[in-house]
């Protein structure tokens, strides 16, 4: 019994001309807690969008635990809860009923109650009524964090949860997240922040993207990724 | 299966929040009524009544472009259409959600338009109004499949608007002639042309197909 | 490479003996001088078809094996095919005009071929105002394959409608006058060894601009 959630090997992302992201493989096992950090246009987000099964690699395959490389990914997209810069809500749609929507696609049991004590956890109870249209940006990205984590996936992709959120919401998403992290250790975690200290506390190794090119950090020094991440961005920016 | 019921749901929810799309649709098919009123002129004479199927059919096509083309833009509001793609489902089904819920709007559509069209042209549709319903059900299908495929492909083109007319159109022909084939029978011989039902079926089968097995390839990026 | 230096050398030497045999053959009693652009028309006709069928086909194996030159051989397929249909579009106007007295008709095979020609302009223009290629491809490969299949039922929709008028039926092996077999055969021969040199000549374009791209990224 194997505890690889992910196994990519080999995966690139080109679109057109641009290479996104160059060849690199990735193992995402059972307890990983993964930051991926780096500078702006680095692929961090191509990196997420790749291994959530929303994008095809451009190289190489991704595997799941229990099958193959599939070409069509079902599998890979249901052990993942992703969140990405959009919050992928249906403006004319409710809090609620967006998660309800998507609960029901993934064919989650009693998806009302499940989306309710999520939005429950991440203060959100009071706007679960509203129209998503009218809701601000901050609330918005709450609710998209609660929609990744309905099915109670194994992998949980998150690309900057915590940007455009104030410092109480960002106090309980962070709560929830370590409260995930220690309840469940045979979930995984990748994150991609900008915030070094913050991911250091959510996250035991890192990954660091510049211009398409990757190289791993490993733990962090006093609980915080900034001299490594100066030296590999140095190192990197050398080599090019 | 289960797919297909939650987007069609989803769908006819949104649609009948906003209304954005059937407003729209219902508008444009009444202007087109009023400009072909005048431009074909005033009286409608024995000579004029075979043009009026087809006339009638070009309304609902053209009123059917705009309800498509809106298809798609309400999944890119928030890039929700990637919370589509994500889920685990066969992306067939996801397909045949949206397309069944664009073809009750297209149908609607129709059923409206032709009712302005009779109102307007002196039409007798009462007393074939099965087989008529029927024609506008079975070509409402097949603008709604093919239109939902390349719908799905142009919102993320850059002239949209003018790109999915350019790709349907040459492929709706069979649907517009049976269509018309149809409606021409039943208003001025008083019955059903079995020839112009085979083909829309004939046709709506073939885009089923088609775009059900397709459309992985359009979601995908 | 070997098939562009095949289909090139063929070419060769097939033009001159088409243009020369079409010189040779009897004029038509009926319709002149005129009837001999059957000899352009109909060949191209069949390159054209052809053409999209190649197109819709390699389109499929892109899309099975993501293989990027599945996708040059599709998309050369549909630029060659659509220069022959093109001139289908062309000669065949001229031949009415000059045989039935007008321009246009509304006949079954030239209102076909004409949505054929928009069919082609329209998965030409898709990959154009498709940003990425590799979405260019894919949508193009799907669009293509539903050409494919609605172009038959175009055929018999048109038919339905009552589009079978002037246009002349189907030869048949022996409705061609005697001394027209022989231009006919190579009209066709022609036409197909032009039409490979031609894809053969854009698939290699395709595939070094694809390279120069390539290079520029790494």
Redesign the interface.
Known sequence: MTNVLIDSVGISK??????ALLPMSLKISCGDRLAVLGPNSAGKSTLL?LL?????P?TGYIETANTGPSR?R??L??I?G?L??????????SPL?NIE??G????IPHPKERGTFLLNELGLLEFKNER?GTLSSGV?RRVAIA?ALLHEPKVLLLDEPFAGLDYRSGEILEKLLSQISHSHPDRALVLVSHDLSGAARLTNNALFLSKGNHTVLGAPTKGDWSEAYRHAQNSLEKTE | MNTFLIILCKDLMIEWRTRARFASMLIFGVLVVVIFYFAVGVTVSEQKTHFIPGLLWMAILFASMIGLNRSFALEMENDAISGLALAPTDRGFIFLGKASSTAILLFSNAVLISTCFSMGFGLSLLNIIWPYLGTCALASIGIATLGTLFSGMTVRTSHQEILLPILLLPLLVPVLLGAVGATTSLLIEQETSEKSLRLLVVSDAVYLVLSFLTFEFVLEE | MIWLRTTGWLSALLVPAYLFSVYQAPVDAIQGVAQKILYVHVPCAFAAYLGFLLTAIFGAFYLATNKRHHDHLAAAAAEVGVLFCGLVIVSGPIWAKATWGHWWSWDLRLTLTLLLFLIYVAYLLLREFTGDSERAARFSAVYGIAGLFVIPINYFAIDLAGGRTMHPENLKGDSLGSGMTLPFLLGVATAFSVFFYLWAKRVSLRVAHARLEARKRS
Not at chain 1, 52 to 56: A, D, T
């Open positions: 080109n679109f057109g001309e641009r290479t969008r959530s099964g929303l994008s095809r451009s069509l079902k599998d997209r249901g993942v992703y990405g810069h959009s919050s992928m809500l249906y403006p004319a749609l009923e929507f998507s029901r696609l993934y064919g998503v918005l929609r």
